[in-house]
């Protein structure tokens, strides 16, 4: 049994005198503005959910965290937190330097010494952290797509906690947890991970796992940052609270946990060991693929569903944490029971029952049935309330292709079409109409361009949210900003990429504006096609030939796409 210390773990907060002294001080800093993902890290490196770190790592310590789970020091620590920044911001930091790090509102959260400055390998990070340097996965996407070229290590400075005006009731800092525990005089406390809402599996494996580890039960669920299209905390927490009379009260409690997620499988189920150990936890429970993403690039899993179990049991006893390890819960009507699918021997005599997480989606877009037997009444109401059948949600169809390819004409037909059919708002945002209106001021460098997509991917994300239909019709190029996009617009309602495939040839050919003549002519720089390259999209939902086709035809191949999606009504 591993032993529990309950006593104050360290906290990188001063004093809230100090604080105010140092927020007058700190003004006159050069700053950084951090991103939702930094906010999450500095929460918790600041209240010692991170604990041993004291910042942002340094290079030394990166180094040996990325090449084999550990500090510079020899400590076991899984996951690189660095500060990532552009290169242009880098410049303008010296070694020793204090530099101010603010949320997106402007807000000073903590002072950071800059004690290293690195450009990181980051084809060499995704390989030994993620386990491949595939863009399938959404961490390494991340990193080469979003994260700033440039890494800053250095010790961290708490002047107060990023303010969160949700549930605060439920947010509690290691130190409040571990009081807690002392308070219940809890000795033993099992903790349980959780990026999804809770059915009747989970509500089994956690019953199951409190029991046999003769422990009391935290349920820790993450808010916030998770894998991209996973259904939003506000959603999760709310059908978490519908299930937790369902638990006895005097064993179980709920707090949140303002994590961002890496989805790194075995390296990401360790780290969560060592969160979960510094928040007073004596047991963790890792399940079947713990954390992992999906399928990569080949189709296949990132991870063996074991390799997570296989990693955490390795290092539990340096840990100081004990896993409590599950295998995937299915139903077994005869016996009107959850267990355990490796266990359950007399299966070819029994009906054994399962709903993935695929065809419950499949379910609430199209409003079926879900079983009793599988969730919980109230939360499938909370889930039908936030994804209602796909045919009453809002959408965006988003075309993408080379300059004269028909984009426009085909998204002018597609939204008279939908219009003529009526019950949701069409939005049409052509790339020329956005440039007016929303981007007059941004030229075409790749830079602007990608500034402008995303731009468009705002909008359309809103008119999606609100229940709209969004066309978008700009030439979207890059492949990043177009995954950039689809994964803002996919929290909310469904996105189909059309890629409208007129050759480079017939484009030039047809050249109505005269744009591919003052390409040829060097009058325009980095000309999409001519001087500029074009990420002909992998797996698009849809891939319209427009040589020799009417228009007309065109439109009524997306219709009939949007049909076989369930987003419109055949």
């Known amino acids: 049994m591993m032993a529990q210390d309950l006593a104050p773990i360290p906290e990188l907060f001063v004093s809230y005198e100090s604080a105010q002294k140092m927020k007058m001080e700190a003004a006159d800093l050069v700053s950084h503005d951090l991103s939702p993902r930094q906010i999450c890290d500095l929460e918790l490196l600041m209240n010692g959910g991170f604990n041993p770190l004291k910042g942002f790592l340094s290079q030394a310590d ?11 020091d020899g400590t076991l620590w899984p996951m690189p937190i660095t500060l990532d920044v552009s290169e242009r911001f880098a ?22 010494t800059v004690t290293d400055k690195w450009s990181p390998d980051k084809a060499r990070e995704a390989e030994k952290v993620f386990g491949a340097n595939d863009m399938a996965h959404p961490a390494v996407n991340y990193l080469h797509h979003t994260a700033g070229s440039v890494y800053l ?3 961290v400075t708490g002047i107060q906690q990023p303010v969160h005006y949700d549930f605060r009731g439920r947010r509690d800092t290691p130190n ?20 999804n809402p809770l059915h009747r599996a989970h509500q089994e494996l956690t019953f199951r796992a409190a029991k046999e580890a003769q422990a009391n039960l935290l349920i820790h669920p993450v808010v916030g940052m998770t894998k991209p299209g996973d259904i939003d905390h506000f959603t999760r927490v709310r059908c978490y609270e519908a299930v937790l009379d369902q638990y006895p009260s005097s064993t179980t409690t709920m707090s949140l946990l303002n994590l961002a997620m890496r989805m790194a499988g075995p390296r990401e189920a360790v780290w969560h060991g060592l969160i979960r150990k510094n928040h007073g936890c004596t047991h963790f429970i890792v399940g079947r693929d713990h954390a992992g993403p999906g399928k990569n690039s080949q189709g296949e899993d990132f991870y063996g569903p074991y390799d997570a179990q296989d990693l955490f049991r390795e290092h539990q006893d340096e840990m100081g944490i004990e896993m409590v390890d599950f295998q995937h819960m299915v139903y077994v009507q005869d016996r009107a029971q959850y267990e355990p699918a490796d266990e359950i021997h007399d299966r070819d005599k029994v009906t054994i029952l399962n709903i993935s997480g695929t065809e419950l989606r499949r379910r609430l877009s199209e409003g079926l049935e879900i079983p009793e037997w599988f969730s919980f009444p109230a939360v499938v109401e909370e889930l039908r309330r936030t994804r ?27 939204m ?23 981007s007059s001021e941004l030229g075409f460098s790749k830079e602007h361009r990608d500034l402008n997509i995303r731009r468009i991917g705002f909008v359309a994300s809103e008119i999606t949210k609100n229940g709209g239909i969004a066309i978008c019709a700009p030439i979207a190029p890059y492949a990043a900003t177009r995954r950039a996009v689809r994964e803002e617009i996919e929290q909310f309602g469904a996105f189909l990429e059309i890629h409208v495939a007129t050759s480079i040839e017939e484009c030039e050919r047809r050249d109505r504006k005269g744009l591919y003549k003052l390409a040829r002519e060097g009058k325009i720089k980095e000309f999409t096609g001519i001087s500029d390259p074009y990420d002909v999209p992998e797996n698009p939902e849809l891939r319209v030939e427009t040589e020799n086709v009417p228009v007309d035809n065109c439109a009524h191949q997306v219709i009939l796409k949007l ?3 369930g987003l419109i009504k055949a």
């Open 153 to 155: 290590g250095g010790p």
């Open 176 to 195: 409040e947890l571990r009081a807690l525990f002392r308070k219940l005089g809890w000795r033993k406390v099992v903790a349980f991970q959780t990026r």
């Open 563 to 565: 049909e076989s999606m």
């Open 388 to 414: 209602p059948p796909r045919a009453a949600q809002g959408f965006t169809v988003f075309f993408t292709g080379f300059s004269g390819s028909g984009k426009s004409t085909i998204a002018n037909a597609l």
């Open 62 to 72: 990166y180094d040996g965290v990325v090449e084999n789970m550990r500090l510079a």
């Open 416 to 438: 008279v079409k939908l219009m003529e059919m009526g019950g949701r708002p069409v939005t049409l945002l052509d790339g020329d109409i956005v440039r007016k209106n929303l």
């Open 91 to 112: 410049e303008a930091v010296e070694l020793g330097q204090d530099i101010a790090l603010r949320d997106q509102e402007g807000v000073i959260l903590a002072t950071m």
